[in-house]
């Protein structure tokens, strides 16, 4: 199988305007996003839809593909991005352009979870600890997922899920295991191009979440399980750990 990779990065944010742009140890931060994800994947492109971007991409000698300022989500920008590159493809993995951190062993994950030719579409999760603590359980800006007994996804969730109802909250992470939701996702070529014609739904304007458009429309979403913990940057403060981080493991260069 042949996987392709996008990077989505757009220079409007409203938390943190121009983010793949600041400087992170020494380098850009959508170059370190590309520099981790090249190699493991066939190709990758970053897509975009603001020039400055591009240059910059350009600049650090990786590929790029301008796309429509008009898209409502990555997933929109990462089919126009696919459709623009040329076909030829298996699997189009949607990496988020602010994970700078990304690991080589969530992608060999993610695209593990084709080998099962049913999977439709690939997302990874991250076991909650009971170290990680209630307030970190309870982040609404870390979606919780419930899967099945197959590791196919059963519902996303801002809220926690499951709710313990004869347990203390403190107890909760002793009781059950709880993923958190790990924004990598893949896609077969086909059915990339049929969710991308989807309406929004319900589900997902109530809790903000795209992927349960998808579950909404009878899609099924396998999920890989990483034990790695990475470092999104979507504040200036993200952006301030990341580097603190980047001093604490110099082998990161």
């Not at 982040?139 to 519902?155: E, F, G, H, Q, T």
């Not at 998808?214 to 396998?222: Q, V």
């Not at 603190?244 to 110099?250: G, Y």
Request: net charge negative.
């Amino acid at each position: 199988m042949k996987f392709i990779g996008i990077i989505p990065a757009r220079y409007a944010s409203t938390r943190f305007p121009a983010k793949p742009l600041a400087m992170l140890g020494g380098k850009i931060v959508i170059q370190r996003v590309y520099e981790q994800v090249s190699g493991i994947l066939d190709e990758a492109y970053v897509a975009t839809d603001d020039e400055r971007i591009e240059s910059a991409v350009k600049a650090f000698g990786g590929k790029v593909v301008m796309t429509s300022v008009n898209h409502k989500s990555g997933t929109d920008r990462c089919y126009e991005a696919y459709c623009k590159v040329g076909s030829g493809y298996d699997v189009i993995v949607n990496i988020q352009g602010d994970e700078p951190f990304i690991q080589r062993s969530q992608l060999e994950a993610v695209k593990a979870c084709f080998n099962d030719e049913s999977t439709q579409i690939a997302t990874l999760v991250k076991p909650f600890t009971v170290d990680d603590g209630f307030e970190a359980l309870e982040n609404v800006n870390s979606p919780k997922v419930v899967v099945d007994k197959n590791m196919n996804a059963l519902y996303f969730s801002r809220s926690i899920i499951p709710y313990q109802r004869n347990k203390e909250k403190v107890e909760w992470l002793q009781g059950h295991t709880y993923y958190k939701h790990i924004g990598l996702y893949a896609y077969r070529a086909a059915v990339l191009k049929e969710i991308t014609a989807l309406p929004q739904s319900s589900l997902e304007q109530a809790e903000s979440l795209e992927q349960l458009r998808w579950l909404e429309n009878g899609y099924t979403i396998k999920v890989g399980i990483s034990e790695v913990e990475t470092i999104g940057i979507d504040t200036p403060q993200d952006l301030a750990r990341a580097e603190k981080f980047l001093l604490e493991h110099k082998e990161i260069k």
